[in-house]
């Protein structure tokens, strides 16, 4: 009865691949979220959805792409992946979108780009 | 600048110290605080939140807005080895966005 789940948990593959990762929440919050948490554990928001319309879109190349099929899902596709790209990836989900909505954060996804 | 900072540490203390952990932020617009903690190879979860300035504690915890200096903080009494992880320190803002400092790792010894 995992709350944020995130699929896979590894992941290794090769500069230029496209690969997704998936994310599910049975917590029934409107919102979720990509971070990105770099090797020096910096946790930077890349993208937030509100049931299914995205809400926040930082600074991210368009190789990124969320797509969110239904309010308790939210996925990242990556295309064309970079070195830089390795990274563990986190989803969150919370309440809604007010200031003091607690965020629940997934057990992430590292990926490793070689 | 980033808009918060922490010192990425490792701060290592032994068990039973008093763990005092700091940020800086330089956004004043937005007056709501977190601490996270996240173990080795896990996501992040809430310790505590707290708005504008004062104290706020949580059994062995105690979390302090200073927001003349921009300064936040987070006490830990009694520290345990179970306590050592990263240490988070967020600012929240519009639309629930959470800007995080780097995290410091603390590391309690028996």
């Known amino acids: 009865d995992t709350a944020v789940s995130q699929t896979p948990k590894y992941l290794v593959t090769q500069m230029g691949n496209d690969k997704s990762i998936k994310c599910e929440q049975n917590?029934?919050?409107?919102?979720m979220y990509w971070y990105k948490q770099d090797s020096k554990k910096f946790l930077k928001i890349m993208f937030s959805?509100?049931?299914?319309?995205?809400?926040i879109n930082e600074t991210v190349p368009n190789r990124f792409s969320p797509k969110s099929p239904d309010k308790a899902h939210l996925n990242l596709h990556i295309n064309s992946l970079e070195l830089g790209d390795s990274a563990v990836y986190f989803c969150?989900?919370?309440?809604?979108?007010?200031?003091?909505?607690?965020?629940?954060f997934g057990p992430g996804t590292r990926l490793t780009v070689l | 600048q980033k808009e918060v900072e922490q010192d990425p540490g490792p701060l290592s203390v032994p068990e039973g110290a008093i763990v005092s952990l700091n940020c800086t932020y330089s956004?004043?617009?937005?007056?709501?605080f977190m601490w996270y903690r996240q173990y080795s190879r896990k996501g992040p979860e809430l310790l505590m939140y707290?708005?504008?300035?004062g104290n706020k504690e949580d059994g062995r915890f105690t979390a302090q807005v200073d927001k003349s200096s921009k300064y936040i903080s987070l006490f830990i009494r009694d520290s345990q080895p179970s306590d050592s992880a990263t240490y988070l320190c967020?600012?929240?803002?519009?639309?629930?966005?959470?800007?995080f400092g780097g995290g410091t790792r603390v590391l309690v010894k028996p």
């Open positions: 917590l029934g919050h409107d919102t």
């Open positions: 956004n004043s617009a937005f007056q709501y």
């Open positions: 967020a600012q929240g803002a519009a639309g629930n966005k959470l800007t």
């Open positions: 969150a989900s919370s309440p809604g979108t007010s200031g003091t909505d607690t965020q629940y």
């Open positions: 707290t708005y504008s300035s």
């Open positions: 959805y509100n049931n299914k319309e995205l809400i």
